[in-house]
């Protein structure tokens, strides 16, 4: 199956933004619409880390174990996805770029590496309904970001 990007620009740079994503815990605060349950192990940043949560998409609900696999600072985070028993294996990239703004441009690419028969029949639903979730996440880290950046006083 082809991946679904999606992706914003957001005015912190990209330290920032690696640093807010790079904790897993945090990634609750703009999925929960679709991912809940959330059910993090391991440490708590970095590569290792770990979180066990129920997807609710197009209808159905399944368990996804993610666990961070790759750890580019500042620029790329990769996710590992598992689920439906191990039969839809995925990752999750996160590519955060400098504008010339001072701001970073978020990319979020979703990739099958594996998926089961049902998946691959109904590719463009199942892909639509990514992408409309992932839109939703990267607005809602937008403004995750601005809070947490409200926050910490930057």
Not at 18 to 32: I, K, N, P, Q, S
């Amino acid at each position: 199956m082809k991946p679904v990007t999606v992706s914003i620009d957001v005015p912190q740079r990209p330290e920032q933004v690696y640093d807010f994503l790079d904790v897993m815990a945090r990634h609750e605060r703009f999925t929960d619409h679709y991912l809940s349950g959330w059910r993090c192990s391991g440490p708590a940043r970095g590569i290792g880390s770990r979180a066990s949560v129920t997807a609710s998409l197009g209808g159905a609900k399944t368990h996804v174990d993610i666990e961070v696999v790759q750890a580019d600072l500042p620029r790329r985070i990769v996710e590992r996805n598992s689920s439906a028993a191990g039969r839809r294996l995925a990752h999750g990239t996160y590519a955060i770029e400098p504008l010339g703004t001072g701001g970073s441009h978020v990319s979020f690419t979703y990739a099958w590496v594996r998926a089961p028969f049902a998946d691959r029949l109904l590719s463009p639903v199942v892909r639509m309904t990514m992408r409309r979730a992932n839109r939703t996440a990267m607005r809602r880290l937008a403004a995750e970001l601005a809070r947490h950046a409200s926050a910490a006083g930057t």
